[in-house]
């Protein structure tokens, strides 16, 4: 059984960092994508971050230059270091898992989900 978790989330201040971390089990994504992508209530899930097998990165432009995504293949985990935090950051992050090779915004090319992790920034 495919299984991926977060942890890492919390309360953090506006232009303050913090690093959320996943796990994986049950399955190698060491050729594969990961990727975060992000929710608030009433709105649809968006795309964060994806880290190719090849380790090539990719951000949405309102995370650009303030968050970043690596991996470590050996622990099969997936992270993502988001600094100066703002208020519109606040969501639940989510880190998916697809079985291609190609990056994908969407989050119906991701069949692997973790549960969440809930990050509040204060202004």
């Known amino acids: 059984q495919v299984q991926l978790v977060e942890s890492g989330g919390g309360l953090v201040q506006a232009g303050g960092s913090l690093r959320v971390s996943c796990a994986t089990s049950?399955?190698?994504?060491?050729?594969?994508?990961l990727a975060w992508f992000r929710q608030v209530p009433g709105k649809e899930r968006e795309f964060v971050a994806a880290?190719?097998?090849?380790?090539?990165?990719y951000y949405a432009d309102s995370v650009k230059g303030r968050f970043t995504i690596s991996r470590d293949n050996a622990k099969n985990a997936v992270y993502l270091q988001m600094n100066n935090l703002q208020t519109e950051d606040t969501a639940v992050y989510y880190c998916?898992?697809?079985?291609?090779?190609?990056?994908?915004?969407?989050?119906?090319?991701?069949?692997?989900w973790g549960p969440g992790t809930q990050v509040t920034v204060s202004s």
């Open positions: 880290s190719t097998w090849h380790d090539e990165s």
């Open positions: 998916a898992g697809r079985a291609g090779t190609s990056w994908s915004t969407r989050q119906n090319d991701y069949i692997y």
């Open positions: 049950g399955r190698t994504f060491s050729s594969s994508v």
